[in-house]
């Protein structure tokens, strides 16, 4: 019999294997197993018939021994009974290929790769025990792919893949907390550097190369150099002895003729948590960290994953490092959690609780949702009704699912826009309106990995260093905090970080005399529009260059007014009104709002200040003449609070 369902913590890693199935959704339905006697021919067939890389092995009695992948069988197959030469493969290689799928059985298999052949683990075991006992195998210092979930008498029950729990980190996000929201370059992740092959190399030969390299995958590059192309072990899905002449082709051919080409890249700019959100939504086992040339660097897999979580969600890191180097393996774990301490050591003592508790005169203190089905419209009427600037999307329970904010319902009009023959944009009227009737599940699905949890009782150090990395294309502004059982309750902002600062300038020890130009914000590169552009053109800059806001230019270039993603929420008509000049526009909705600028001179205090009294998203630096030099945001002082990083 199961174990009962029971309501999975979400605070930690305490959840049962179970609880992870459960969540994910994960198959447990026509397990498909093979038998010790089973010859590597009979094991690649069934694979292949049920679209599936691996199965759990059982003996005569039905009990699970181990599991068998198809890439064990090709591994042996090229170690033992292929040619070195890719030279005339086909003829040779079926010559060869059959004796070996046709003789020996899958206990032969097992025994010469013992890592497969560990036992099974139980339904009713933690999340954190599987991850240090089962996933990482200490007595081979390696990463187990997937392991077999047993019943009380042995039989295997179904698989759980590293797949299905970086999948359950993704749903489940505050169990890893704000640390996710760190760099790649910060965890020490991705960058160590990969191995690589041409997209002329023979297939037999880069599966050779895989062997020989004791990787799974290998990314494809062009003459340049570039990624343009992933070859992995899951490319060998239904692979058979059909099969074998096609490994004489050319890699990027090869990979043509068995599946779409799907790249997905990352920089080492990127979070864990967008990381996280491509492994899942695109459904790999990897992405490749790619430099400003597109040229591959390194690679960040499910298995960093896991070991991060292994770091973040325990305190056991040393004794897992210590177990690799005895191993003598090439991989070791990266102690990300304590890899980079915030430099004002008093920052770690604060929690956003506290935080918050300390904070004055801040203007919202009521937290404000939308449902996954609530319309783009609706959502929009909502921050202008209470000034916001994102909505948490919740399900029930409240779970948050993701964030809703003006650029994301701007990314949608966007998708909408066409180019007409004279060269203007054009967004029909009842175009605008199916967009705005979709529902924010549908519409903000792009900025789903934006909304990476934090509890109350993280510190602010860990939340200023979320709130000053990228994800994606974007800079985090804003954290949503849930309590113990995962639900919404609060939301700290930029600008609830700037208002700390203001209310506890000595406790940060910043300088608040210091000038924008010392502050080295003096020559920022502004993104610039004319006053006789339209508003739609405008708003398309703001996607396409990703910014939250632009500076308008009059006709002597000097600066007319600015425009921000969250002036399409002051008029519920603004869709019908787009066609018109930005000018026009913005002058028939907001016809008395203030404009909000700076100089190089301008103190550190003041700037802090003018964010905090009137709310803005970006202060533009101008001279005595009005021209725009430079533009200041509160993600600037937010990472001079964390200690400068740029």
Known sequence: ??????????????????????????????????????????????????????????????????????????KHLVEDWLPQSATGLAQRAFETADKFLDSGDLDSLLSRDAHLKLGGAALSQHLIDSLK??????????????????????????????????????????????????????MGLGGQGVFSVSENTPTFKVLRDCVEHHVLAVPVTDNDGKVVASFSVSDLRTFDREDLNLLELPVLDYLRRRNPITLHTVTEADTLAHVVGLLVQHKVHRVWMVNAKGQPVGVVSLKDVLAAAILLGTDEAGA????????????QLNPAAAAFVPKKQELTTVTLKQALAELKDRPHTHLHTVGRRTSLQDALDLMKKYHVQSLPIVTEPEYILGCVDALSILRCLASKVVLQAGGGLQLSHQQAEEVMAT???????????????????????????????????????????????????????????????????????????????????????VVCIGEQDSAIQAFSVLVNKHVSSVAILGKDNKLAGALSAFDICFHPSVISMLHESVMEWKQKLTPQQEMHTITKDTPLREVVNKFCTSRVHHLFVTDSSNTVLSIVTPTDVVRLMDGGHK
Not at 37 to 45: E, F, K, M
Not at 480 to 499: C, K, N, R, Y
């Open 1 to 74: 019999e199961l174990p009962q369902k029971t309501q999975t913590k979400r605070n930690n890693m305490d959840a049962t294997l179970q609880q992870v199935l459960e969540a994910t959704g994960a198959k447990t339905q026509d397990l498909v197993c093979l038998k010790l006697s089973d010859t590597p021919g009979i094991a690649l067939a069934t694979l292949k018939k049920h679209n599936i890389t691996s199965a759990p092995v059982v003996n005569d009695k039905g009990i699970h021994v181990g599991i068998i992948d198809v890439f064990t069988i090709a």
């Open 133 to 186: 006992r089962d996933f990482i195998s200490p007595k081979y210092g390696r990463f187990v792919h997937r392991i077999v979930l047993v019943s009380t008498t042995g039989e295997p029950y179904c698989t759980l893949s590293q797949s299905d729990i970086v999948k359950f980190f993704h749903i489940k996000p505050r169990i890893l907390g704000l640390k996710m929201y760190y760099s790649l370059e910060q």
């Open 320 to 331: 897992l490092m210590t177990t690799y180097e005895e191993a003598n393996k090439p991989f």
């Open 439 to 525: 529902a924010v599940e549908n519409g903000a699905t792009m900025d789903f990995d934006m909304v990476w949890p934090a509890m109350q009782n993280e510190s602010l150090a860990d939340a200023l260093k979320a709130l000053t990395n990228y994800s994606g294309h974007k800079t985090v502004h804003r954290l949503v905090i849930v309590d113990e059982l995962g639900a919404p309750t609060d939301i700290f902002s930029q600008h609830d970080a700037l208002l700390f600062l203001l209310q506890h300038q000595e406790f940060m020890g910043l300088d608040g005399a210091k000038t924008v130009e010392q502050l080295g914000w003096g020559d920022k590169p």
